[in-house]
């Protein structure tokens, strides 16, 4: 074993425990290498050290780790300090079998379904399942494990170090020089992690619960190779014991839970209680298996994080007040005066006063502005504190590393929350991920998704809350599409986005409200690869910088940025910042021609304006305030979206209609367009994914699914208004104008008309009337025919009242005779 193995294995505290040494609650204890009244030994668990501040001491002002303090504690050389520090930790050279215990086990295992005998006493146990790995040995091997179900012990690499065995009959037996853990050493990236009282119950746990389970040997089971395997996991939050529900089970728990809390002391123990009589493959085999999940969720907390944390707060800083910050230690009171300033983090300037408890005499104090990590002015501190004060210089220096110390630490707790935290990935049960992609493989997929959005709290808007929420999904892929709202203030275009976007699970997805010039080029280089960036107003992106980087990251898929720094020789050299796509994005406006680079490269959606639509929101406001809505259920189908969204898999799309589709000719800017609508296309394929059977490309290798003329016909359906709009000369808001301008004249039976005639009654303010007029007239949709500006006006007269209703026309019948020609070929 190297020494750096040894160094991240073997804690101080345990070098410490060892040698009957504790530290008290400041992380002090006396020093063994001199003399020491008053502990002035510090220990620092997180650097695995310790410093003796004594000017007593032969080892003050060094670091010692856990092999030189054994190499001074026992006097030792460095080879046999090495040698002590092994065996602290439990290592022992392990003698191997002759045998080669994987092919043996092999046998054993393929010997398991050809006796009936075993495949009875295991399902008698609930454990009847050849994933799992056990063998049996029909008195081929090992003869005191002749009729044995056996099961392997794994070493740190996998291996099978040694077995185990338990009678069909009577007892269980282990080889001899027992070593390696069941199933296996859990890996670093262990959060949770289940202690059971023996393999059958390990075996048990693991097989019928979502949790990792360990097994001990037995109440006295709890093995060095044990605890060095679980300090290995890094990211480690909890160790839940689940033994035996008898005396024997209750005592290990005691003594284990004390003993784990000692080794692992940021860890949560708890512990599950189990019916008197009862281990966990008993209960599997009286009980539904959904038992141990039941008593593992109610399991109790013996020692948390959050009652540690507590304790452990009261030796610390006196934090209420963030600009007076007070510490004190023994008969002095250190109080920092305004604070202490996060950044940067290679100094620690403060402002420091320093007095005496037991004295009121103002000469008994000092204020002292200093960096604490300038040593020179420490020491002078450190002098002029003790002399002002009549303290003992020691006193003063051990007050003030400690209270440095401190600093440090709540200054890097300070930072830490400061940091933006990050949606954890979100986890699926079996059970979860089954319903979601079973309702995913149902027919009239796309009926059933609009019809539930609806029953989510997204009223109204029917073909533009699934045309987002495909959008949306389009995230997942190496072409994201992207989607403007456009409206009218106070029409709902926020509404209808955030209430979409509560559809997409939080990882994968990033809301802005605002951006800064440079802000894009400053996200970790894959932090928006895949992710739905949702702008609320693109008025807070309204600069061209930002407008450019937007439309690189929707385009190329990347962006970068070369600055310049000084490096740490204060010499000046460039870096180069990268961010990557593809984004999906997503944003709203009331000012289309503004963004209007951005929009061409994203789907165009205006909302609903109608009185009927208005009417429908306000019915729902009024249900919300009268309690009459269920809101547990809306709650209910967000998540459940949030689990269809989970369970769809990276998958190549292939549509072979693709050289047929052709958009019509009446659209303006038509490669863009294009690309949008077949990509479209592919999205309502990709959605289907487990509708459709996955092909290989002999060539190439790669997976994909094909489009058929369903996915076609439905994409035409829920495009036809977007097409439209790229298909029109006039803006939304013009066209809704000229559009109810033909209808009010119409109902009037009027040719022409002025514009102090149409302002009422169609409720328009003189400025925008006066702008859409002009538009007209500008594409020739309107003519002056006669009249005077400084009388009563011009008069108007409609050059055609069927243009608009041909446009469509012409746009729907191209679309059909393209999927009708298909379908006869």
């Known amino acids: 074993m190297e020494i750096a193995e040894i160094k991240e294995r073997l804690s101080i505290l345990a070098v410490l425990n060892h040698y009957g040494l504790q530290p008290d609650r400041n992380k002090r204890i006396n020093c063994p290498f001199h003399n020491d009244k008053n502990p002035s030994m510090q220990v620092y668990p997180e650097t695995n050290t310790v410093h003796c501040f004594s000017g007593n001491c032969e080892h003050t002002g060094k670091a010692i780790d856990q092999i030189d303090f054994i190499l001074h504690k026992e006097k030792c050389t460095k080879h046999e300090a090495i040698n002590k520090a092994k065996s602290l930790l439990g290592v022992v050279e392990p003698v191997k079998p002759k045998e080669d215990l994987e092919a043996i086990f092999?046998?054993?295992?393929?010997?398991?379904?050809?006796?009936?005998?075993?495949?009875?006493?295991?399902k008698n146990r609930a454990?009847?399942?050849?994933?799992?790995?056990?063998?049996?040995?029909?008195?081929?091997?090992?003869?005191?494990?002749?009729?044995?179900?056996?099961?392997?012990?794994?070493?740190?690499?996998?291996?099978?170090?040694?077995?185990?065995?338990?009678?069909?009959?009577?007892?269980?037996?282990?080889?001899?020089n027992r070593t390696g853990l069941y199933p296996n050493y859990p890996s670093q990236e262990t959060q949770t992690i289940i202690l059971t009282e023996s393999i059958i119950d390990a075996a048990t746990v693991n097989k019928y619960t979502d949790y990792q389970a360990l097994a001990l040997y037995g109440t006295n089971g709890l093995t060095q190779e044990h605890t060095a395997a679980?300090?290995?996991?890094?990211?480690?939050?909890?160790?839940?014991?689940?033994?035996?529900?008898?005396?024997?089970?209750?005592?290990?728990?005691?003594?284990?839970?004390?003993?784990?809390?000692?080794?692992?002391?940021?860890?949560?123990?708890?512990?599950?209680?189990?019916?008197?009589?009862?281990?966990?493959?008993?209960?599997?085999?009286?009980?539904?298996?959904?038992?141990?999940?039941?008593?593992?969720?109610?399991?109790?907390?013996?020692?948390?994080?959050?009652?540690?944390?507590?304790?452990?707060?009261?030796?610390?800083?006196?934090?209420?007040?963030?600009?007076?910050?007070?510490?004190?230690?023994?008969?002095?009171?250190?109080?920092?005066?305004?604070?202490?300033?996060?950044?940067?983090l290679d100094k620690l300037k403060v402002t420091l006063k320093i007095e005496r408890i037991d004295s009121r005499s103002p000469l008994h104090s000092i204020r002292h502005s200093l960096d604490l990590y300038h040593d020179d002015q420490s020491e002078k501190l450190i002098r002029k504190a003790a002399e002002r004060l009549e303290t003992g210089s020691r006193e003063m220096q051990l007050a003030v590393a400690e209270l440095t110390q401190e600093l440090e630490n709540y200054r890097l707790e300070q930072v830490e929350q400061q940091k933006p935290k990050k949606a954890e990935k979100r986890f699926l049960t079996k059970e979860r991920e089954g319903t979601a992609i079973k309702w995913l493989s149902q027919p009239n997929l796309l009926k059933r998704t609009g019809e539930l959005i609806g029953k989510s709290g997204m009223v109204g808007e029917e073909t533009n809350r699934l045309l987002m929420y495909l959008v949306f999904t389009s995230r997942l892929r190496?072409?994201?599409?992207?989607?403007?709202?456009?409206?009218?203030?106070?029409?709902?275009?926020?509404?209808?986005?955030?209430?979409?976007?509560?559809?997409?699970?939080?990882?994968?997805?990033?809301?802005?409200?605002?951006?800064?010039?440079?802000?894009?080029?400053?996200?970790?280089?894959?932090?928006?690869?895949?992710?739905?960036?949702?702008?609320?107003?693109?008025?807070?992106?309204?600069?061209?910088?930002?407008?450019?980087?937007?439309?690189?990251?929707?385009?190329?898929?990347?962006?970068?940025?070369?600055?310049?720094?000084?490096?740490?020789?204060?010499?000046?050299?460039?870096?180069?910042l990268q961010v990557e796509g593809p984004i999906c994005l997503a944003g709203t406006t009331t000012r289309e021609k503004l963004y209007e680079d951005n929009a061409n490269r994203s789907l165009l959606v205006y909302l609903d304006n109608s009185k009927q639509h208005k009417e429908s929101i306000m019915d729902y406001q009024r249900g919300l305030s009268a309690g009459t809505i269920n809101r547990n259920q809306e709650e209910e189908i967000k998540e459940f979206f949030k689990d269809v969204q989970s369970v769809l898999q990276p998958v190549q799309v292939r549509n072979p209609y693709a050289t047929q589709l052709i958009i019509p000719d009446t659209v303006f800017k038509p490669l863009r367009t294009n690309a949008h609508?077949?990509?479209?296309?592919?999205?309502?394929?990709?959605?289907?994914?487990?509708?459709?059977?996955?092909?290989?490309?002999?060539?190439?290798?790669?997976?994909?699914?094909?489009?058929?003329?369903?996915?076609?016909?439905?994409?035409?359906?829920?495009?036809?208004?977007?097409?439209?709009?790229?298909?029109?000369?006039?803006?939304?808001?013009?066209?809704?104008?000229?559009?109810?301008?033909?209808?009010?004249?119409?109902?009037?039976?009027?040719?022409?008309?002025?514009?102090?005639?149409?302002?009422?009654?169609?409720?328009?303010?003189?400025?925008?009337?006066?702008?859409?007029?002009?538009?007209?007239?500008?594409?020739?949709?309107?003519?002056?025919?006669?009249?005077?500006?400084?009388?009563?006006?011009?008069?108007?007269?409609?050059?055609?009242?069927?243009?608009?209703?041909?446009?469509?026309?012409?746009?729907?019948?191209?679309?059909?005779?393209?999927?009708?020609?298909?379908?006869?070929?």
């Open 106 to 122: 092999h046998k054993l295992k393929a010997a398991l379904p050809r006796s009936k005998k075993v495949a009875e006493y295991l």
């Open 127 to 176: 454990l009847f399942d050849m994933k799992l790995d056990i063998g049996y040995n029909n008195q081929t091997h090992y003869k005191h494990l002749k009729n044995c179900v056996v099961f392997p012990l794994r070493n740190q690499k996998g291996e099978i170090a040694s077995l185990y065995g338990r009678s069909l009959t009577k007892g269980h037996y282990y080889l001899e």
């Open 230 to 344: 679980l300090k290995n996991c890094k990211q480690l939050q909890e160790v839940i014991l689940f033994l035996d529900g008898d005396t024997a089970g209750q005592k290990a728990v005691e003594k284990y839970s004390k003993q784990l809390n000692e080794l692992l002391p940021n860890i949560t123990i708890s512990n599950v209680t189990t019916p008197e009589g009862e281990d966990p493959n008993s209960l599997v085999q009286s009980h539904e298996s959904e038992i141990l999940n039941h008593l593992i969720d109610s399991r109790t907390i013996i020692f948390s994080i959050e009652e540690k944390a507590e304790i452990q707060s009261s030796s610390k800083l006196d934090t209420s007040n963030q600009e007076y910050i007070t510490w004190q230690k023994d008969n002095l009171l250190i109080s920092i005066l305004g604070g202490v300033g996060l950044h940067p």
């Open 478 to 576: 190496e072409q994201p599409l992207h989607i403007i709202s456009l409206g009218a203030s106070g029409t709902g275009k926020t509404y209808l986005q955030e209430k979409i976007a509560e559809l997409i699970p939080e990882e994968h997805k990033l809301e802005i409200t605002t951006l800064s010039e440079n802000a894009l080029y400053y996200f970790e280089r894959t932090e928006l690869k895949n992710k739905l960036v949702l702008i609320e107003d693109l008025d807070g992106a309204n600069d061209d910088k930002i407008l450019y980087a937007i439309r690189e990251l929707m385009s190329k898929k990347r962006i970068s940025k070369t600055i310049p720094i000084k490096d740490a020789k204060g010499n000046m050299k460039t870096i180069t």
């Open 677 to 825: 609508y077949l990509n479209f296309i592919e999205v309502i394929t990709f959605y289907k994914q487990w509708q459709r059977h996955r092909q290989k490309d002999e060539t190439t290798g790669e997976k994909f699914i094909e489009t058929t003329l369903e996915d076609i016909e439905e994409a035409n359906q829920l495009l036809k208004d977007v097409l439209l709009v790229k298909s029109d000369e006039l803006t939304k808001g013009c066209r809704d104008f000229f559009e109810r301008l033909k209808h009010h004249l119409n109902g009037q039976n009027k040719k022409t008309f002025y514009s102090q005639e149409v302002r009422l009654p169609l409720r328009m303010s003189p400025n925008n009337l006066k702008y859409y007029l002009s538009i007209l007239v500008r594409y020739h949709l309107v003519k002056i025919i006669g009249g005077h500006p400084r009388k009563k006006g011009y008069e108007y007269e409609i050059t055609s009242n069927e243009e608009y209703k041909e446009l469509q026309n012409q746009l729907s019948n191209a679309l059909d005779a393209a999927l009708a020609k298909i379908k006869a070929g």
